[in-house]
């Protein structure tokens, strides 16, 4: 299992993730269209060119921000997760277009024992997702309830 437990985190632990994602034009339109989302600045390539100050279509935000979690979850949740509690403070300081490589780095920011669940444990991680020039294209607080590692691997170790 690749993710991590609660108590194998750290506050202050980055994790540069290795894998990139290429964004491609059917990934926008594709989510867009899933998610019942006609706006034209994700689907109308015309209006983009001469409406908008890009030129050209933006990827939708909201796929931006799942690929951007979706990338951290082997090395940070996998296996280990028991809910994902929310997001705060998402933002997307620059647009993402077809063809954008992103790369994603997590930080752990925040370890916070459950009271409720002796085995469980919530983290707040910081993602950010960078594209292929290095900009910063989106952020997010995330936080999770996570399990402890089990008294038997413990042991076992």
Known sequence: MPGLYFDE???????????????????????????HNPSLLHLDE??????????????????????MVGISVNDTTH??????????????????????????ETEVIGLKESKSRPDQGIVTYLHKAFNQHGDLVAHCKRSGLQLKKPVDEETDA
């Open 9 to 35: 985190l750290e506050v202050g632990q980055i994790f540069k993730h290795p894998i990139r994602r290429t964004v491609t034009e059917a990934d926008n339109v594709f989510f867009s269209a899933l998610t």
């Open 79 to 104: 296996g280990t997760a028991v809910a994902n509690l929310g997001w705060d403070e998402v933002r997307f300081p620059k647009p993402v277009f077809h063809g954008d490589t992103l790369r994603i």
């Open 46 to 67: 015309e209006y983009c060119r001469k409406h908008t100050e890009f030129g050209q279509r933006i990827v939708n935000s909201c796929f931006t921000l799942g690929l």
